[in-house]
């Protein structure tokens, strides 16, 4: 499985982004997608996760209601649209994909295939 992540910059307070990541690789539809983000000098920390079957969605309490995942199993491809962006929301955004079989899909130690990260910066 690879994975590559595209769609950071550098926006404004308020502006809006799309991320957007290709997994290369087969069974894509068996794969839990997440997104996590790192700041500088802050700890990877869980965005978002759509389960593999796309029953179910979850987000972190400081970004929900602002972004929302979605996927296009046609295209392999996972986005993450991102609303109403704040200077917070500045750090290396990666995506990450993890079995279908495991538990806890918001911990990152649980995936095991990770993109190279896309940069969002947020200007006040």
């Known amino acids: 499985v690879q994975l590559q992540a595209s769609g950071g910059g550098l926006v404004q307070a308020g502006d809006s982004l799309r991320l957007s990541c290709q997994f290369s690789?087969?069974?894509?539809?068996?794969?839990?997608m997440g997104w996590f983000r790192q700041a500088p000098g802050k700890e990877r920390e869980f965005v978002a996760v759509?389960?593999?079957?796309?029953?179910?969605?979850y987000y972190s309490d400081s970004v929900r209601g602002r972004f929302t995942i979605s996927r296009d199993k046609d295209k392999n491809s996972v986005f993450l649209q991102m609303d109403s962006l704040k200077p917070d929301d500045t750090a290396l955004y990666y995506c990450?994909?993890?079995?279908?079989?495991?538990?806890?899909?918001?911990?990152?130690?649980?995936?095991?295939?990770w993109g190279q990260g896309t940069l969002v910066t947020v200007s006040s």
């Open positions: 690789g087969p069974n894509f539809g068996d794969y839990n």
């Open positions: 759509l389960s593999w079957n796309g029953g179910s969605r």
């Open positions: 990450a994909a993890a079995d279908y079989f495991t538990v806890r899909i918001t911990t990152p130690e649980n995936f095991p295939y």
